[in-house]
Each structure stands twice: as C-alpha cells, then as structure tokens.
Nanobody, 119 residues
Framework: QVQLVESGGGLVQPGGSLRLSCTAS????????MGWFRQVPGGERQFVAA????????YYLGSLKGRSTISRDNAKNTVYLHMNNLQPEDTAVYYC????????????WGQGTQVTVSS
C-alpha cells in the first residue's frame, strides 16, 4: 500500500505563502495521478487540486483556485502545493492522496499537515 507523508504546513500571516509537500512510498509514484485535499475542524474533507501522472495537466476547485499551484517531481516521489495570498479561511489540515476522481472514497489517509492562517 502506498504510504503518504505530508509536510510544510505551519502558521502564516494573511497574504502569506506556503509550499506543502507530500512524499509517497510503497508504490510506483509516476503511475498515479495525485491530489490535494483539505479539511477544517468539523467539516468534510474537500478536494483542492489534482495533477496527472506526468504533470502535464492540473485541476483546481474551490477557493484556492487561482491562488495555488500543484506540481510534482516523480524522481522524488513528491507532489507539491504552493499556495499564495493565504487567508484565514484557508486554515485546515491538508492531505494528499492518489488518483483523485469525483466521488472516490479512500481507506487510507496520511497524517496531513496543519496550515493556520492568522495574524
């Protein structure tokens, strides 16, 4: 089973930026599309962005669209999410996962990385 480790979160002021990383192990990373998701306390986990296996296409949904960039480095088994102009409503735990498709449910999630946007 693929194992996922997210990192790069932290406390940032409104208007600031962060780059999140997600490193995968236990599978062939380059054979998976990858996605980022986020979850606020008491809320459902929501899709944020996805990238195809070769990085050639990207997709975004929600309020981070236009303020974020998903990318990947298959040599490092890592997918990134660079977020700009962060706002307090972006505060959430951010997760990655493989082959995101609408309606898909997952049995496994990594530990996530906490992003807190506050002055």
């Amino acid at each position: 089973q693929v194992q996922l480790v997210e990192s790069g979160g932290g406390l940032v002021q409104p208007g600031g930026s962060l780059r999140l990383s997600c490193t995968a192990s236990g599978g062939t990373f380059s054979s998976y599309g990858m996605g980022w998701f986020r979850q606020v306390p008491g809320g459902e986990r929501q899709f944020v962005a996805a990238i195809t296996r070769d990085g050639g296409s990207t997709y975004y949904l929600g309020s981070l669209k236009g303020r974020s960039t998903i990318s990947r480095d298959n040599a490092k088994n890592t997918v990134y999410l660079h977020m700009n102009n962060l706002q307090p409503e972006d505060t959430a735990v951010y997760y990655c996962n493989i082959d995101p498709t609408p309606g898909k449910t997952y049995d496994y999630w990594g530990q996530g990385t906490q992003v807190t946007v506050s002055s």
